[in-house]
């Protein structure tokens, strides 16, 4: 075969090789695409975003970045590799490496099994409870689950009353947050520990009128051949939503757990979790570099760091994984019309325009932050990322608010 031909089949090989290194597969993929198109972006856009920056000079720490993400081109930079305290836009990896992880579809599963065959009103075998890190049950929330006990007839449990749960260790206040930053009761009942679960367990069997012994109730693993005989379930659209419309800190903190799960320590789940997000920003975001310091899920803690560089690279992410995207835009607050932006972007220039997720702390000074997307006016879709620290809170979202309204043209 001549050497012209030869070229002209190996050339276009070595280039699709190179490109698929250097990019995201699709939706099941895993390195983030980088490859700019031929699409402009609005210079007018970036021509505003410019001068509001310039002609409103802040007495704090501003970082920004606006990221076209339909021509795959920054719009405008400021300070974007500089690493900040988040608040809670920190929710923003813990969730969307948790659809990565578990799958969009992904329902936390609680179910009641027994093992061995039901006579005469007796259990000759194990009762079962079996959950998968459910962070919004409570044991109220429990009690039709324990139901079918008293539809199975089951009057005494000959066995075991067996707990396998997930989580053997419950959440603790992280080292820097303050007194009261960590409200348990705010935590779902599979982490509240040990003793409350168990007596709680108890008292929701024995309220069906079912007998057993107080030494019968034992933590292990659920035996082979167990038959389930209820199910209780949770989309894990429903934790998201409270981690991002409603910025729920204890249920975006547990979610360190399920994460941790597969991260194949042992020691310490939360530790693991954090561990986890720490490899999806490696595998995931292919960042190498020293772009997150990580001490908590949710945010709370103040020496947490992410950079307006990385929060962007989180959100294109998102927007480039179809079925994470679809939650994302059902789950962030509108601006001006729910969530923790019912009350901000609510002017007509820029309500409802703006999707994006909030993050506040009143410590040093305030931290306040917001990162998010919109459609400039040529229907491309940009996100965007602002960090301010060191300023009283209501400064720094009146400026992030009027630096948004410079998003759109006047009308």
């Not at 601006?335 to 002017?347: A, V």
Request: glycine fraction near 6%; proline fraction near 5%.
């Amino acid at each position: 075969m001549p050497a012209r031909k030869i070229r002209h089949i190996i050339l276009p090989f070595l280039l699709l090789l190179f490109f698929t290194a250097c990019s995201h597969k699709d939706d099941t993929g895993t390195a983030l695409k980088t490859i700019p198109t031929d699409l402009n972006i609005d210079d007018s856009l970036r021509q505003r975003v410019a001068q509001y920056i310039e002609r409103k000079p802040m007495d704090s720490l501003l970082a920004f970045y606006l990221y076209d993400i339909t021509a795959e081109k920054p719009v405008y930079e400021y300070r974007k590799d500089a690493l900040m305290p988040p608040a809670s836009c920190l929710k923003l990896l813990t969730g969307i490496a948790l659809l990565h992880r578990l799958g969009c579809t992904y329902k936390f599963n609680t179910q009641l099994c027994i093992h061995g065959p039901v006579s005469n009103g007796h259990l000759k075998g194990d009762l079962i409870i079996y959950s998968g890190y459910d962070p919004l049950l409570t044991s109220y929330e429990l009690q039709p689950l324990f139901k079918a006990i008293n539809e199975k007839g089951i009057k005494n449990i000959d066995g075991k009353v067996i707990l396998d749960l997930g989580v053997n260790e419950y959440p603790q206040h992280e080292e820097h947050w303050i007194p009261g930053d960590l409200k348990r009761r705010k935590f779902g009942f599979f982490y509240q520990g040990q003793a409350r679960i168990e007596q709680e367990i108890k008292y929701l069997i024995r309220s069906q009128g079912t007998v057993f012994k107080d030494e019968q109730l034992c933590w292990a693993k659920l035996p082979k051949g167990s038959k389930r005989i209820a199910l209780q379930q949770t989309p894990i659209e429903e934790v998201v939503q409270l981690m991002w419309k409603n910025s729920a800190n204890e249920k975006s903190e547990s979610m360190l757990y399920p994460l941790g799960r597969y991260s194949g320590r042992t020691d310490s789940l939360r530790t693991a979790g954090l561990t986890y997000l720490q490899q999806f920003i490696k595998k995931e975001l292919c960042r190498t570099d020293s772009c997150a310091v990580l001490h908590d899920g949710c945010g709370m803690c103040i020496h947490n760091r992410l950079s307006p560089s990385l929060i962007v690279d989180l959100l294109r992410y998102a927007h480039q994984h179809r079925d994470i995207f679809e939650i994302v835009q059902r789950t962030f607050p509108k601006g001006g019309i729910d969530g923790t932006l019912i009350h901000r972007l609510n002017k007509p220039r820029t309500k409802g325009k703006i999707i994006a997720k909030t993050g506040t702390l009143t410590r040093e000074n305030g931290i306040s932050s917001l990162s998010g997307y919109f459609k400039d006016r040529q229907g491309h879709v940009v996100c965007f990322a602002i960090m301010n620290n060191h300023i009283p809170i209501a400064d720094a979202q009146l400026y992030q608010d009027k630096l948004c309204a410079e998003f759109f043209a006047k009308p």
